[in-house]
């Protein structure tokens, strides 16, 4: 069974940049496809990154593909999202969650992955 924890949340001014860090356990990790989603309260859970098992696709839909970076250290068992520019609007909770899959294919849907964090909170201010 595999368990992620996210990490590195805070509050950071509007045009900071924050990394989050997603740490797996259990399992084969360098064998999941990891992806991030946000979601606020209220709203839909939102799809911003996901990469394979080597890191070597990466998907992000084009309304953060400017300012967000995945990448993975399978070494680390670790996922990262560099989150750069932020604004208000990305204030907001990140999880990250995890599939078996040696594909290429990255599920942008939540319902594509099996294992979830508990998410780590950015607050951007203005």
């Known amino acids: 069974q595999v368990q992620v924890v996210e990490s590195g949340g805070g509050l950071v001014e509007a045009g900071g940049s924050l990394r989050l860090s997603c740490a797996a356990s259990g399992g084969i990790v360098r064998s999941y496809a990891v992806g991030w989603f946000r979601q606020a309260p209220g709203k839909e859970r939102e799809f911003v990154a996901a990469?394979?098992?080597?890191?070597?696709?990466?998907s992000y839909p084009n309304s953060v593909k400017d300012r967000f970076t995945i990448s993975r250290d399978n070494a680390k068992n670790t996922v990262y999202l560099q989150i750069d520019g932020l604004n208000p609007e990305d204030t907001t909770v990140y999880f990250c969650?995890?599939?078996?899959?040696?594909?290429?294919?990255?599920?942008?849907?939540?319902?594509?992955?099996?294992?979830w964090g508990q998410g780590t909170q950015v607050t951007v201010s203005s």
């Open positions: 969650a995890a599939k078996y899959s040696r594909r290429t294919y990255l599920p942008q849907s939540g319902y594509g992955y099996n294992y």
């Open positions: 990469i394979n098992w080597s890191g070597g696709v990466t």
